[in-house]
T-cell receptor, first 111, second 116 residues
Framework: NAGVTQTPKFQVLKTGQSMTLQCAQDMNHNSMYWYRQDPGMGLRLIYYSASEGTTDKGEVPNGYNVSRLNKREFSLRLESAAPSQTSVYFC??????????FGSGTRLTVV | AQKITQTQPGMFVQEKEAVTLDCTYDTSDPSYGLFWYKQPSSGEMIFLIYQGSYDQQNATEGRYSLNFQKARKSANLVISASQLGDSAMYFCAMREGNTGGFKTIFGAGTRLFVKA
């Protein structure tokens, strides 16, 4: 079982460039999430999708957009990358009240 | 507003001994869930254990147990018989309510070092 697959694993962007982080799950989960992890701050929720066709802002949504393409896929887009968006990004999914299954993460550096 | 606090930035434990990682939370919602996740140095996040706010008994999963004290709003993780492979970052997390996307907030984490 693949679980949650994130691509790419590493990315370096120049300030102002755009990119999309891809996430797909094969567990038929309804809910999907995007978090960022910064040193000393745990994980902070960027956006989430409770079900196919719905998305909502989390704690730190500024500078990001998301698309729930279908039940399997939930992408995160940075329209104009900034150095403050240098972070490790995790996609996660879950079913109902279960714990999350996380992807392996994307390490993004914006220079 | 919901909040998770982990006051121990780092902890040391001798191999084969038990260790308790502290977690306190704050919420006004009577229905919530508490989680612990492990993040090894390789970076992946691994779900360990779950406790629901209405659960009468403390959750256990193998060597992991959750010491749930509702009145004190604490949800400490106890790892018994520590192993070298337990060295990792541990995150306490809380999901508030039963609706929406079950979004979860995380504490800042505790780094555990297991000594041989």
């Amino acid at each position: 079982n693949a679980g949650v697959t994130q691509t790419p694993k590493f990315q370096v962007l120049k300030t102002g460039q755009s990119m999309t982080l891809q996430c797909a799950q094969d567990m038929n989960h309804n809910s999907m999430y995007w978090y960022r992890q910064d040193p000393g701050m745990g994980l902070r929720l960027i956006y989430y999708s409770a079900s196919e066709g719905t998305t909502d802002k989390g704690e730190v949504p500024n500078g990001y957009n998301v698309s729930r393409l279908n039940k399997r896929e939930f992408s995160l887009r940075l329209e104009s990358a900034a150095p403050s968006q240098t972070s490790v990004y995790f996609c996660a999914s879950n079913r109902d009240r279960d714990g999350y299954t996380f992807g392996s993460g994307t390490r993004l550096t914006v220079v | 507003a919901q909040k998770i606090t982990q006051t121990q930035p780092g902890m040391f434990v001798q191999e084969k001994e038990a260790v308790t990682l502290d977690c306190t939370y704050d919420t006004s919602d009577p229905s919530y869930g508490l989680f612990w996740y492990k993040q090894p140095s390789s970076g992946e996040m691994i779900f360990l254990i779950y406790q629901g706010s209405y659960d009468q008994q403390n959750a256990t999963e193998g060597r992991y147990s959750l010491n749930f004290q509702k009145a004190r709003k604490s949800a400490n993780l106890v790892i018994s018989a520590s192993q070298l492979g337990d060295s990792a970052m541990y995150f306490c997390a809380m999901r508030e309510g039963n609706t929406g996307g079950f979004k979860t907030i995380f504490g800042a984490g505790t780094r555990l070092f297991v000594k041989a």
